[in-house]
């Protein structure tokens, strides 16, 4: 069983920055695959970045490449996401997720955090 628990979420204008993090819980943190999916009003779930189990491959969506950075730290149990240069249209509830599959993928996530609220105004 793994606990995610997010943090830094808030409001920012656009051009700002925020950085989330997700804390993991248990000792089998290295054994997941990480990863940051949004959901805004209205809309699915969808996938932003994520990060393999040895923190040495990130992979990011096309919408947020080049803007975000995704980072783990093994010692500690935490995944990182760094947002820089926000919009209006990065608006949404962040999920933190564990999948214990190479992969992360929506479908087939083992383990979801509560989601943190991120608000960039005009």
């Known amino acids: 069983q793994v606990q995610l628990v997010e943090s830094g979420g808030g409001l920012v204008q656009a051009g700002g920055s925020l950085r989330l993090s997700c804390a993991a819980s248990?000792?089998?943190?290295?054994?997941?695959?990480m990863g940051w999916f949004r959901q805004a009003p209205g809309k699915g779930r969808e996938f932003v970045a994520a990060?393999?189990?040895?923190?040495?491959?990130?992979y990011y969506a096309d919408s947020v490449k080049g803007r975000f950075t995704i980072s783990r730290d093994n010692a500690k149990n935490t995944v990182d996401l760094q947002m820089n240069s926000l919009k209006p249209e990065d608006t949404a509830v962040y999920y933190c997720?564990?999948?214990?599959?190479?992969?992360?993928?929506?479908?087939?996530?083992?383990?979801w955090g509560q989601g943190t609220q991120v608000t960039v105004s005009s």
């Open positions: 997720a564990a999948d214990s599959r190479a992969i992360v993928d929506v479908l087939t996530v083992d383990y």
């Open positions: 248990g000792r089998t943190f290295s054994s997941y695959a």
């Open positions: 990060i393999s189990r040895s923190g040495l491959y990130p």
